[in-house]
């Protein structure tokens, strides 16, 4: 067991490893960041912020001595880091699960391997593979095997000319998958301790907009046992990784099936609800895991959902100059929570912060939501 007041490594400083810092605080620990960018949203609230890449050398060796564990924000961080840093000190997820997530084609084969339901795929590493895709199998999505994200290296495809002009355009191993009828999309976040003791939170029912997570509603609108089952498959996932920390694990329902679509070896942006939502936060589980604390209780005290703020708020009306949006909108809204990220400039597509509402009634939640939504200008 890591006790306060020692030191945490996070190495990501975006904004889950900034309410990271946030929960690593508020139960008395220290946080140093690692991002090889200036000004990012954790390093501003750390004790300490090293600007460097992931694998420099120099900056580990700081991490190590002067680290009681280290862990990540996402997925991307090197394995090989990982692996260095765990001769030291603990280090959790593991550079093993944390490889597996970090590559579609490991990935897949994975959860295929080990008897998770997933989409219909093929792996596509040359141009050859192509010959085992059938004219029934599209339409498809072709998906760039490392490195794509927020619906980047992403290509919907509707035949094989087309599929190939994809990959030729990636210029990477891919994985293609079928295209099913979906019911809905949905996501359970666990945490899971290295004693194999784990807890789930409430599931979220999601619904994205060019490939970014636009709105999560919490509890999905599904049934019981579904909502039984996929924390059931997060569980034996988080097993057979041998998984300590938190974790994500978006599935498809397709037909009342229930589909693992990919995980996430870490807090997920469809988790932002547990801060305002349940008894601990999704962030607060990821510092317990870490430290080798006794979970915390995860269950949701309200409804909630959760509406994610793009940069492109700054630019509306056609706007070249980014305009900062009028925040009183949503502060005037009594049980909405704001949580902007202090990133330092707005682009297209670049998360910048978003908001929860809570309530009692799902349906009074949503409404609230999708009108405050709506006044901001959201489309």
Known sequence: MINAPATLAMLGGGQLGRFFVNAA???????????????????LIADEYIVAD??????????????????????NVPAKTLEVLSKYIPVHPSASAVAVAQDRIIEKTFLRDNGFTTAPFFVIEN?????????????????????????????????????KQAFQDFGAPCVIEKMLSLDLEVSVVMARNENGDSECFTLAENQHSDGILDISIVPARTTQDLLD?????????????????VLAVEFFISNDKLLVNEIAPRPHNSGHFTID?????????????????RLGAPQSHNASV????????????????????????????????????????????????????????????????LDAR??????
């Not at 605080?25 to 390093?43: F, K, M, N, S, T």
């Not at 939502?277 to 604390?293: F, H, I, K």
């Not at 070249?320 to 009594?334: D, G, M, Q, R, Y």
């Open 127 to 163: 141009e050859s593979d192509f010959n085992e895709v059938t004219d029934d199998y599209f339409p498809a999505i072709l998906k760039i095997s490392r490195f794509g994200y927020d619906g980047k290296g992403q290509e919907r495809v509707s035949s094989i000319e087309e599929a």
């Open 54 to 75: 992931y694998d420099d050398a120099e900056a580990l060796e700081y991490i190590a001595k002067n680290c009681a564990a280290a862990t990540t924000e996402f997925e």
């Open 229 to 245: 089952k996929a924390k059931q498959v997060a569980n034996e996932l988080a097993e057979k990784l041998e998984y300590v920390g």
């Open 306 to 369: 959760m509406v994610n703020l793009l940069g492109d708020l700054w630019f509306q009306k056609g706007s070249e100059k980014s305009i900062e949006p009028a925040w009183n909108v949503l502060t005037t809204i009594p049980n909405l929570k704001l949580h902007l990220y202090g990133k330092t400039s707005a682009r297209p597509g670049r998360k910048m912060g978003h908001f929860v509402v809570v309530d009692r009634q799902m349906d009074s939640a949503l409404d609230v939501a």
């Open 25 to 43: 605080h508020e139960l008395g620990y220290r946080v140093i960041v690692v991002d090889p960018q200036e000004g990012c949203p954790a390093g």
């Open 374 to 379: 709506k006044k901001m200008g959201v489309q």
């Open 277 to 293: 939502a349940c008894v601990t936060s999704q962030y607060e589980q990821q510092v317990r895991a870490l430290c080798g604390l």
